[in-house]
């Protein structure tokens, strides 16, 4: 029933994060090297995010927004090496439920003739009609909510934090995605739109980092690139896969952390970034680790954290949380004590 249908999507769609999470997520998996990511009035009029992917096919137009349809996965073997973020087939679907949802589409064959896609609540195609249009996918949440007042209510008394996670949680994809142009802009109910960052197709997360948060603040970090030999027999035997093979037990974390230089202090829990094999995830037990041996030098401060742990596919489980943001490290009391190690140890070889 329709009922039901928006209680499962209220579970998808939790917030505006979750939103802005799932279309770009949507797409990164379609190719796309250009992202845009537009909001009105902060989102509660609306989300739009632009990109020049691979585009919708027209046979698929009339599945794409029904539930569990996803153009990913063909069998439940794939889970283990997947390498898309999606695979359950129940953002667009649930976004039909809860908003007022549209999408432009065109494949390259179709330039420049898009097709403008209308859903009924269920996911029902409702409407198609011709647009001109680029190679690649637009789509468009309005009104938020709209059918779900409590919820609505919330996110509007809430608008101010949601605002500052939404932000953080891009900041955090446009830093990992090299080669992409990332952009995301902001236009209140009464006013014009402003770029609030972007991302300009770098190599390097260096270069992205600069471009997000500014060259002043990539010199005050130091690079990371920590190796934390798990032992070969510890944890689970995963899948049968026995850890006889010790290539397989490294953990390396590469990225960028703030030099422990004392300093006055300025709060920035909104630059603690986390990525296992490039999946932004949060990681709260390995924040703590690095705030902790942070503030044995700077116990005023913060450290900026960009960083990215990577790992065999087997040593973790992304399936855990139905926004697969909560990852489970099957070793993790084991990698949170050499991490400790290795940050005191690079932290001791800096110049203070
Ligand atoms: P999933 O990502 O789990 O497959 P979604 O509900 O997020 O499920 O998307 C459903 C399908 O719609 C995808 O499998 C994909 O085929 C198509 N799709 C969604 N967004 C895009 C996009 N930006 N570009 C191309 N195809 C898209
Ligand atoms: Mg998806």
């Not at 009104?143 to 809430?158: A, K, Q, S, Y």
């Not at 970034?273 to 705030?291: E, I, T």
């Not at 399936?319 to 084991?334: A, E, F, M, W, Y």
């Amino acid at each position: 029933s329709s009922a039901v249908h928006q209680i499962q999507a209220g579970q998808v769609i939790v917030d505006l994060c979750s939103v802005a999470k799932e279309l770009v997520e949507n797409s990164v998996d379609a190719g796309a090297t250009t992202i845009e990511v537009r909001f009105k009035n902060q989102g509660l009029d609306s989300i739009e995010v632009q990109d020049n992917g691979a585009g919708i096919a027209p046979h698929n137009y009339e599945s794409v927004a029904l539930k569990h349809y996803t153009s990913k996965l063909s069998t439940y073997d794939d889970l283990s090496t997947l390498q898309t973020f999606g695979f359950r087939g129940e953002a667009l679907s649930s976004l039909c439920a809860l908003s007022k949802f549209s999408v432009i589409t065109c494949t390259k064959e179709q330039v420049p003739r898009a097709a403008k896609l209308e859903f009924e609540m269920s996911g029902k195609l409702k409407s198609t009609s011709v647009v001109s249009g680029q190679r690649g996918t637009s789509v468009i949440v309005e009104d938020l909510f709209r059918n779900l007042p409590v919820r609505r209510r919330e996110l509007e008394r809430n608008i101010k934090r949601e605002w500052g996670k939404v932000i953080s949680l891009l900041n955090q994809y446009a830093c990992i995605q090299t080669g992409v142009k990332f952009t995301v802009s902001q236009q209140p109910t009464k006013g014009k739109r402003m770029v609030l960052f972007s991302t300009k197709g770098n190599p390097t997360t260096r270069e992205n980092i600069i471009n997000v948060f500014g060259v002043k603040t990539m010199n005050a970090l130091i690079t990371m690139d920590l190796k934390l030999q798990l032992t070969p027999t510890a944890g689970p035997l995963v899948k049968g896969k026995a850890r006889a093979d010790g290539s397989n037990t490294e953990v390396r974390v590469l990225g960028y952390v703030s030099r422990p230089t004392p300093g006055e202090g300025r709060q920035t829990p909104d630059r603690q970034m986390f990525y296992v094999n490039g999946r932004p995830c949060g990681l709260p037990q390995f924040v703590k680790v690095f705030n902790e041996v942070y503030r044995s030098y700077n116990a005023s401060q913060l450290p900026f954290i960009f960083a990215d742990i990577q790992l065999d596919t087997h040593l973790y489980d992304v399936n855990v949380s139905p926004d697969k943001r909560t990852i489970l490290l099957h070793d993790q009391g084991q990698m949170l004590d050499n991490l400790r190690e290795s940050l005191i140890e690079l932290f001791e070889t800096q110049d203070v």
